[in-house]
């Protein structure tokens, strides 16, 4: 072989992007990855047996027509402005294979998703890190900067779960002069959205999973709502059959079961706030979170907390960004859970002090 290697160079040059920890063992208490602790709704079980039939044997609806026009239904705008993807993953990865290129510049805000790197460096693009304000909050001329050809705010963040509000996103997307994703992951848990900035702002792209709010994480399915034309350049870039029928039907199923929806928040929302008061008792600093999980700065060595934790079957998310404190992300997970993390937590704590 007269080559190093078969790969482009960019990939070869790329670490890749690494999913948190899935472990099989189901003893583990697994409050790293932010998974809805309840069960999806049961209407969503019933679609999915539903469709065992025939239906498998033959391609999904490559548009996913009748979620497409649930989702829109829901949100109170034209099917033709909603795509479904593999998870909003696939989304923006398709998302970022139409909009950048080999050099061009992708901005997001940092502390953040770590995907979004991983997307740029697959275009062979270069990317720009705005950190946050002390408040968490964005200043619109350090983001959009000149030359950028795409924007990505998770919105609430991760790993901090604040939120910009509308109006910050929206200053945000009139400086930009490309697209602006706004990723929605968790804006089940939130009390803002920025699904309206859609009407009023042609750049703005929001995107949506079930793997959170929905307790669907292992059915893979999203949506984005976007302009008509952008959602039209988009179809071209993905897969004819990024969503399976059985994904596409459960989906549908549990985005209709709104009481569902609104009494599984309701107990996340609860336990995040009893959750909060328990990590800042313990000296923790912990930003308000409008998200299912908290960020947890400050304390002692976090991969030292991270390793004790995980000697008693307990798994956070061990969070270190370049030129900030390592910090542990915590999901939200049930009241018993949640009791069984902070009996762990309080004794490491306090003796490390
Ligand atoms: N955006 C953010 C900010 C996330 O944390 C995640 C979950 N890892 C996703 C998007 C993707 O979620 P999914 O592909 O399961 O829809």
Known sequence: MSRDSFFRPHVDRMAGYVPGEQPRDTGVLKLNTNENPYPPSPRAFEAIA???????RRYPDPMGTAFRQAA?????????????????DDLLTIITRAFVGPGDLLVYPSPSYILYRTLAELQDARVAEVPFGSDWSLDPASFALPGTKLAFVANPNSPSGTTLTPEQVARLAERLDCPLV??????DFASSDCVSLVASHPNVIVTRTFSKGYSLAGLRLGYLIARPELIAGLVKVKDSYNCDSLSLAGALAALEDRDYLAQTRGKILATRRRLTEAVRAFGYQ???SQANFV???????????????????????????????DGLRITVGTDAEIDRLLEALGPIVAASK
């Open 72 to 88: 829109a239904r829901r949100h109170g705008v034209d099917p033709e402005m909603i795509l479904a993807g593999n998870g909003s």
């Open 286 to 288: 912990v930003p308000e």
């Open 182 to 187: 706004v990723d929605e992951a968790y804006a």
């Open 50 to 56: 539903a469709t065992l039939d025939d239906r498998l």
């Open 295 to 325: 960020w947890c700065t400050g304390g002692p060595p976090a991969a030292e907390v991270y390793e004790a934790l995980k000697a008693q079957k307990i798994l956070v998310r061990l969070m270190r960004y370049p030129g900030h404190a």
